[in-house]
């Protein structure tokens, strides 16, 4: 029977990954992928991390299941770090999924189970993978504009206009910080905006927060989250360690449903129970641990937010080293986009053939549609990467 299958996609992510390894120059940059990188291109293991790993490991005395949403330990720590005292905890249910894309994609699943008519709004751009899953779940997706090509920032006004759109019973997805793959955030009042008007279409938010604490620091990153799960009758939350913590294999992630009756949260905890128990049964539990370990320990805690907080003024300090000497070779400020944007990611506004022209001539490594990883940068490699962009044209 399986004759009958078709040909599937390959990721694109993952064929530049595969170019940029066979690309025998030794002269190359990798701006593709989507993991931090220090300044020696290597993505470490966070000291508090290694620390609560040493301390699991002379502690731990079974690898028995854990329950179907995971350790409460790590629930807990992680519903405190993303909403605060923004709603009461007994109005959240949560629960473990292996990474932010489980989390994703165990959002859909639950929107899906509660309406199966329900249109999923999507930014554009966003994420590829939130299309693909929602194409392989033949989930109805409307976009709205979000990226203004001029400008580099948010379309704002076009995607309020956009979401006048929204019919009760519709999601709207939203980034809650460093969008991926532009940079361009909301502000808080653009926040506000959106939640007034889902208030009033009755449309239900799901936030997707990848990247905590890479933008403007713990808890700005989590601010427009903040404000709409507080303002909502209910939303979703899809939240993902891999970056902050610096544990992407370990895939760990969490999803929150989050309900302004309180009495909801036994029906929403158990419906995300049974999601776990359809897809996956129990969740990996070892990055979850950690990260219970890590939040919940003072000093562990500690040593935590202060490397967060420096790899997070390294991508600024990159930022802003990359758009003054942009500034310098093109004698222009058109770039000074990227020294505003937040996150890993910016969009370059550069046209596939000169992304093409990056890689074949100058060794540069990027998404097609000039996505590229700041964090792969280091110093040394800035100015290499801003000359190369002034001789292509871009």
Known sequence: MFETLKEQPADKI????????????????????GVYKDASGNTPVMRAIKAAEKQLWERETTKTYTGLAGDPV????????????AVPRENVAAAATPGGTGAVR????MIRMANRKARIFVSDPTWPNHLSILKHMDMEVVTYRYFDAETRGVDFVGMIADLHQVLPGDVV?????????TGANLNISQWKAVADLLLEKEGTPMIDIAYQGFGDGLDADAA??????????????????????????????????????????KLNQGTLNYLNRQNFSFPPDHGARLVGMVLTDPELRADWMAELEEVRLSMLGLREQLASELQRLSGSDRFGFLAQHRGMFSRLGATPEQVETLRSKHGIYMVGDSRLNIAGLNSATVPVLAEAIVKSGI
């Not at 165990?106 to 699943?109: C, L, M, T």
């Not at 939303?235 to 309900?259: D, H, P, Q």
């Open 14 to 33: 993952l064929m530049l990954m595969q170019a940029y390894r066979e690309d025998p120059r030794e002269q190359k940059i990798d701006l593709g992928v």
């Open 74 to 85: 790590f629930a807990d720590a992680m519903v405190d770090l993303v909403l605060g005292d």
């Open 106 to 109: 165990q959002g859909f699943d």
């Open 173 to 181: 997805l939203l980034h809650g910080c460093c969008h991926n793959p």
């Open 224 to 265: 427009g989250v903040r404000l709409m799960a507080s303002k909502m009758p209910e939303c979703l939350i899809a939240a993902s360690c891999s970056k902050n913590f610096g544990i992407y294999r370990e895939r760990t992630g969490l999803l929150m449903a989050v309900s302004r009756d309180a009495g909801a949260k």
